[in-house]
């Protein structure tokens, strides 16, 4: 059940009004991805706080397209392919350990190019 301004796990209540809101954000689209909730709470809070304290500091997108050999991750501007696996998923799940680990911004593509989703976007 995704989670709202009003029913957010206890966890996040302490934590300041933009900061919460932006977790339940990214909780809420990291719980789609499959992640569990201990996990999605962590990580969301981590990258909340983050966001907030970092507005108005542009984050690195990083994107995720189709390539000869499947799919790759490639930064926003650049040419070369930072992972590629055969499978969409096989690299989605390297790839959001990736930018979460640069702090970035993950674009997902479809394989006409055209953009399904953006995660972890402030």
């Known amino acids: 059940m995704p989670w709202s301004k009003h029913d ?5 209540k302490n934590l300041p009004e933009d900061v919460r ?3 339940i954000e ?3 689209a990291l719980l789609d991805e499959g992640y569990d909730e201990g996990r999605a ?3 969301a809070t981590d990258q909340a706080h983050k ?4 507005k108005g500091q542009e984050k690195t ?7 000869s050999e499947g799919w790759q991750l490639v930064k926003e501007g650049g040419s070369r392919a930072i992972l590629v696996e ?15 680990d640069h702090d970035g911004t ?10 399904e989703k953006e995660l972890y976007n402030t």
């Open 8 to 12: 957010y796990p206890a966890s996040l």
């Open 21 to 23: 809101n932006k977790a």
């Open 26 to 28: 990214i909780g809420n």
């Open 51 to 54: 966001a907030e304290e970092g």
């Open 86 to 100: 055969g499978t969409k998923e096989a690299l989605l799940s390297k790839a959001k350990d990736y930018v979460n």
């Open 61 to 67: 997108e990083y994107h995720v397209r189709t390539h």
């Open 41 to 43: 709470i962590a990580i």
């Open 106 to 115: 993950l674009v997902i593509h479809k394989q006409d190019d055209t953009v």
